[in-house]
């Protein structure tokens, strides 16, 4: 008795080109889940580092006014 795996086995040996149609699609949608995430990664990657300059001007900011308050 055939098991329903082995029929969709016999199935997709009768048709391989659908099977390779499938895979074709399916790393069709995983390429472009890749390159969504990658632009998004370079997106975080770009807000980070103007933060990082923002914290860093806040900071040299705050050192010249503590100086002045300290020489006060």
């Known amino acids: 008795m055939l098991t329903r795996a082995d029929i969709q086995r016999l199935k997709e ?17 995983a390429l472009d889940i890749n390159e969504e995430h990658q632009r998004e990664i370079e997106k975080l990657k770009a807000e980070l580092a103007r933060e990082k300059e923002d914290h860093q001007y806040d900071n040299l900011v705050h050192d010249k006014e503590l100086k002045k308050a300290l020489q006060r």
Request: glycine share 6%; net charge neutral; proline share 6%.
């Open 13 to 29: 040996q009768t048709d391989p080109g659908k099977r390779v149609k499938e895979l074709e699609n399916s790393l069709s949608i």
